[in-house]
């Protein structure tokens, strides 16, 4: 099933809404390549409602281009891609899948939140205009509510005095918790989180943490996680997937994956990253 826009296919082909149960998201045959190289082949693989799913594995294995097809930043080669029960990477027309319109993706992206490693905060607004600019000008909220939730969410990731700072006179750390509330201010249905670590010295790193793991356990919201940290997938995530040259070679519960890895590519990861 191919993405490109003189294409068109059934959209009783693959999936189709009467077979999604609870799936909130659905990889049919993706391919993603740049070039000649193939980040993901032929990549199936679900997320339920209310799941949260750790994605890890080697870097360059194909982890975030998951997460940057999902927010429509790249497009799939090949295979279809469902949210919801909705195509993401195509259009329905009557009884075919199209390639989609920007107005169509602009309406699925809205059901889609993400957290970047790179906090992309907009250095010229304070704080509460960086989570109040989407939900007035993408959500149609008004300034006064959208202002209200974005309190709200401060108080959540415990930056409630923080509203008319500047990000630039923030730790990373704190900019990391903006930025995590500013993609809850959408109320997605949907939270990526790209190592949202990464980029944050040591000591920072168990309150951005902390903050998830709050939201995780206090929300319904489908999480997909791409994490060097291992004991927070452990903790948080209730299924994970490891990858290897863009397939997963393993999956199972964190118990199984982090005790008991029944693959030597798993073991092998686990042991290179757990002794860094």
Request: proline share 4%; net charge negative; glycine share 6%.
């Amino acid at each position: 099933m191919s993405t490109d826009a003189t294409d068109s296919t059934d959209a009783t082909d693959g999936a189709t809404t009467t077979e999604f149960g609870d799936a909130m998201i659905l990889f049919e045959k993706v391919v993603k390549q740049f070039g000649d190289h193939v980040v993901l082949d032929h990549l199936d693989f679900k997320v339920r409602q209310g799941e949260r799913v750790a994605l890890i594995g080697p870097s360059g294995s194909g982890k975030t281009t998951i997460l940057r097809l999902l927010m429509t930043l790249e497009k799939a080669n090949d295979g279809v891609i469902w949210v919801e029960g909705e195509p993401l990477s195509h259009e329905r027309k009557k009884d075919k899948l199209v390639a989609p319109s920007e107005k169509y993706l602009r309406g699925v992206r809205k059901k889609i939140g993400m957290v970047f490693q790179q906090f992309n905060l907009f250095p010229n607004m304070t704080v509460i205009e960086n989570i109040t600019e989407a939900p007035v000008h993408v959500l149609g909220r008004s300034k006064e509510e959208a202002k209200q939730r974005a309190r709200e969410l401060l108080e959540t990731v415990g930056l409630a005095d923080k509203e008319d700072a500047h990000p630039t006179t923030l730790s990373g750390g704190q900019q990391q918790r903006v930025a995590i509330a500013r993609a809850l201010a959408m109320d997605p249905d949907i939270l990526l989180l790209d190592e949202v670590t990464s980029a944050l010295d040591p000591e920072l790193v168990a309150d951005v943490l902390g903050v998830l793991r709050n939201i995780a356990k206090t929300t319904d919201i489908t999480m997909l996680i791409v994490t060097h940290e291992m004991g927070f997938a452990r903790d948080v995530a209730d299924r994970v997937l490891v990858f290897d040259q863009g397939k997963i070679v393993e999956e199972g519960s964190p118990t199984d994956i982090f005790t008991n890895p029944t693959q030597e590519r798993t073991r092998t990861f686990l042991k290179a990253v757990l002794a860094d």
